[in-house]
């Protein structure tokens, strides 16, 4: 029932009876009990008495205001109903509005472009400003750099004294991240006004059957502007993409498979962003440079856009596969992180084993990779791959062998321990199923594979790898990689202190250029000697600075006292020439065994080149005895 029509309705009457004449008492009483006899009826006779009582308390006050509280009443009633009808109107010219002049863009949160625009909006100050947000944890990468400047810094003492760093406070004082919370938001940007519309919903996933079932949040961003034409929408969403990526073009991003649960939504879902990291330098990798050369070249023109059209018109499968093979620490990793860097491309490493990960999912992830990417897949000898048929033969003979030896033990005179190994053996077999060999080459040039990826796959033993995974087409270029040599050892020390020494990157180059022909290929009896004596090689270089403090350094004072003297230019070379003499050239050190040693001499040069020779004696030492602790750091 319309309340406010009957209401006036009802004192119309009465305001007509008032202008014809009356007393102003007989009027407001006039008025009051139509009101009344009015509203009564609405609510039942039953409170008939409460309502008499109620007209006379209305009657009284409008004799002491001097004025009639009807008016109230009625304006009341007017304000609400021209409420309800405004509201109506405003609702209707707004949905005209959104159907035919508005134009509007939505993005899930499944899409890496919700993170473009999600960050992009956080650095908007009008919307930081806003009085509905939404405050989120914002924790740097290492990469990213920090406010360091509260940080009191100082050196410790030989006896372990001294001012320590205190990182306690650091995440206190990191500010949250802010973005708009969920509802609608407006916003000016270049002269125009857009509207955003952050919303959730739940979604029910009944799990298929790789899962339970469960509820997912699910959320969505719909960005809106006045006019018939999205295109400043998309112009916005460009901006937001190039500043996104702005601020990673010296970064390379690394990916693994997303857990369990998401893999099976397929898509973009099936890869997750673990580390966002600088671009490494090809120079900064220890490898013979023909094979460097070699390498970038041949990827290079595999990424080159004509590549697909020449693939297409031969017939040929437009992939390629690298095989980086060699002893534990030479660079075959970081030689995959350069290349990624160098290319501009995310890497994507797969560990094949992944307890989770079976043949479906990794043929899924295969097939979700963007268009140009960097696969790694690291100790693939490690893998357990192997063809189905590869143990029975071996088992049989084994089998047949032990018979013969126990006297072809019967299984009907197993004894209970017996049993029990064969259950055990059985159990293992049968849980243990991983990634098979079939599965893998299935993944990386079956029918249905990915194209346009490049394939990278690192190996400990390369002889131990099946012909099938290795064969042409499948593995495109091997690259080996060995124990680090004197030029590298040497390129390996001035990378490490040319930055300290504020000297140019084509350092190393040129003292590699200047000593390559002096420095020799292969070790000498007079080498040989000079290690075990610990004297320096017959080239004559100039001599170290005598004003350096040899004696408090070789007694491993303070850190202060062993630094206390910048390193020159001419000097570094010096050092950086005698350190390489001192490492035998039969490749038996490994780069990253090296750049150990020198991170833990990284601010004074003088000193590294004062222990390596215990070092690499210490060294030699354990490789000889095979034990796994090392005596001399």
């Known amino acids: 029932m319309d309340i406010a029509g009957t209401l006036i309705q009802g004192a119309l009457p009465t305001f007509a009876a008032n202008n014809t004449g009356g007393a102003g008492n007989d009027t407001r009483k006039n008025l009051a009990d139509g009101i009344f006899e009015t509203i009564l009826p609405l609510f039942g006779t039953q409170f008939n008495p409460l309502f008499k009582i109620l007209m006379v308390v209305w009657n009284k006050a409008g004799i002491s205001l001097g004025f009639d509280p009807t008016i109230i009443l009625t304006i009341a009633g007017v304000v609400w109903a021209a409420n309800k009808l405004l509201r109506q109107l405003y609702g209707t010219l707004y949905g005209l509005t959104q159907q035919y002049f508005t134009a509007s863009i939505n993005i899930s949160n499944s899409d890496e472009m919700y993170n473009h625009m999600m960050k992009w909006l956080a650095g908007q100050p009008k919307l930081v400003n806003s009085r509905s947000l939404t405050a989120e944890t914002f924790s740097r990468t290492m990469w990213e750099g920090e406010d360091g400047g509260d940080l009191v810094t100082g050196s410790i003492g030989a006896d372990g004294t001294g001012i320590m760093l205190n990182f306690s406070n650091q995440e206190a004082k990191a500010p949250p991240r802010f973005i708009p919370a969920f509802g609608l938001h407006g916003f000016w940007f270049e002269g125009r006004y857009y509207r955003i519309h952050r919303k959730q919903e739940s979604l029910y996933d009944d799990g298929n059957s790789s899962g339970m079932p469960q509820f997912k949040d699910k959320e969505k961003l719909a960005i809106s502007c006045f006019g018939r034409s999205p295109e400043p929408i998309k112009k916005l969403l460009q901006l937001a993409k190039e500043q996104y990526y702005a601020d990673h073009h010296a970064k390379t991003i690394v990916k693994r498979p997303s857990p369990q649960n998401l893999r099976r939504y397929g898509g973009?879902?099936?890869?997750?962003?673990?580390?966002?990291?600088?671009?490494?330098?090809?120079?900064?990798?220890?490898?013979?440079?023909?094979?460097?050369?070699?390498?970038?070249?041949?990827?290079?023109?595999?990424?080159?856009?004509?590549?697909?059209?020449?693939?297409?018109?031969?017939?040929?499968?437009?992939?390629?596969?690298?095989?980086?093979?060699?002893?534990?620490?030479?660079?075959?990793?970081?030689?995959?992180?350069?290349?990624?860097?160098?290319?501009?491309?995310?890497?994507?490493?797969?560990?094949?084993?992944?307890?989770?990960?079976?043949?479906?999912?990794?043929?899924?992830?295969?097939?979700?990779?963007?268009?140009?990417?960097?696969?790694?897949?690291?100790?693939?000898?490690?893998?357990?791959?192997?063809?189905?048929?590869?143990?029975?033969?071996?088992?049989?003979?084994?089998?047949?062998?032990?018979?013969?030896?126990?006297?072809?033990?019967?299984?009907?005179?197993?004894?209970?321990?017996?049993?029990?190994?064969?259950?055990?053996?059985?159990?293992?077999?049968?849980?243990?199923?991983?990634?098979?060999?079939?599965?893998?080459?299935?993944?990386?040039?079956?029918?249905?594979?990915?194209?346009?990826?490049?394939?990278?796959?690192?190996?400990?033993?390369?002889?131990?790898?099946?012909?099938?995974?290795?064969?042409?087409?499948?593995?495109?270029?091997?690259?080996?990689?060995?124990?680090?040599?004197?030029?590298?050892?040497?390129?390996?020390?001035?990378?490490?202190?040319?930055?300290?020494?504020?000297?140019?990157?084509?350092?190393?180059?040129?003292?590699?250029?200047?000593?390559?022909?002096?420095?020799?290929?292969?070790?000498?009896?007079?080498?040989?000697?000079?290690?075990?004596?610990?004297?320096?090689?017959?080239?004559?270089?100039?001599?170290?600075?005598?004003?350096?403090?040899?004696?408090?350094?070789?007694?491993?004072?303070?850190?202060?006292?062993?630094?206390?003297?910048?390193?020159?230019?001419?000097?570094?070379?010096?050092?950086?020439?005698?350190?390489?003499?001192?490492?035998?050239?039969?490749?038996?050190?490994?780069?990253?065994?090296?750049?150990?040693?020198?991170?833990?001499?990284?601010?004074?040069?003088?000193?590294?080149?004062?222990?390596?020779?215990?070092?690499?004696?210490?060294?030699?030492?354990?490789?000889?005895?095979?034990?796994?602790?090392?005596?001399?750091?």
């Open 268 to 633: 973009r879902h099936s890869w997750q962003q673990v580390a966002n990291r600088p671009v490494r330098p090809m120079n900064t990798v220890v490898l013979d440079e023909k094979q460097k050369v070699a390498v970038l070249s041949d990827m290079n023109e595999y990424l080159h856009p004509a590549t697909p059209r020449w693939y297409a018109a031969r017939g040929i499968p437009l992939r390629r596969g690298y095989l980086f093979h060699g002893p534990p620490g030479t660079g075959k990793t970081s030689l995959s992180f350069a290349l990624a860097g160098v290319f501009g491309l995310d890497i994507h490493v797969i560990s094949l084993l992944d307890p989770s990960l079976t043949e479906e999912d990794l043929s899924a992830l295969f097939s979700s990779l963007p268009r140009r990417c960097v696969v790694l897949l690291e100790d693939i000898d490690t893998a357990g791959l192997s063809r189905p048929d590869d143990s029975k033969p071996e088992d049989g003979k084994q089998s047949g062998k032990k018979g013969a030896k126990d006297g072809s033990k019967d299984k009907d005179d197993w004894s209970v321990s017996d049993l029990a190994r064969e259950l055990r053996k059985q159990g293992d077999s049968t849980e243990k199923k991983g990634i098979s060999l079939s599965g893998l080459l299935n993944a990386i040039d079956g029918v249905a594979s990915h194209e346009g990826r490049v394939l990278i796959m690192t190996t400990n033993k390369p002889e131990s790898l099946d012909d099938a995974l290795i064969r042409p087409g499948r593995v495109d270029m091997q690259v080996a990689f060995n124990n680090a040599t004197r030029q590298q050892a040497l390129e390996l020390f001035v990378r490490m202190y040319e930055a300290e020494s504020k000297m140019s990157t084509t350092l190393s180059q040129e003292i590699s250029l200047s000593t390559a022909s002096t420095i020799p290929s292969t070790p000498t009896e007079k080498d040989s000697s000079d290690l075990s004596d610990g004297s320096i090689t017959e080239v004559e270089v100039e001599d170290l600075d005598q004003n350096a403090d040899d004696t408090a350094a070789s007694k491993l004072v303070s850190a202060k006292d062993e630094a206390e003297r910048p390193v020159t230019t001419k000097e570094l070379a010096s050092i950086a020439f005698k350190f390489s003499e001192i490492i035998p050239e039969g490749q038996i050190i490994s780069p990253a065994e090296i750049q150990g040693f020198l991170l833990k001499r990284k601010k004074n040069p003088r000193r590294a080149l004062l222990e390596v020779n215990g070092w690499v004696t210490a060294l030699l030492e354990q490789k000889a005895s095979k034990t796994k602790i090392l005596q001399v750091q």
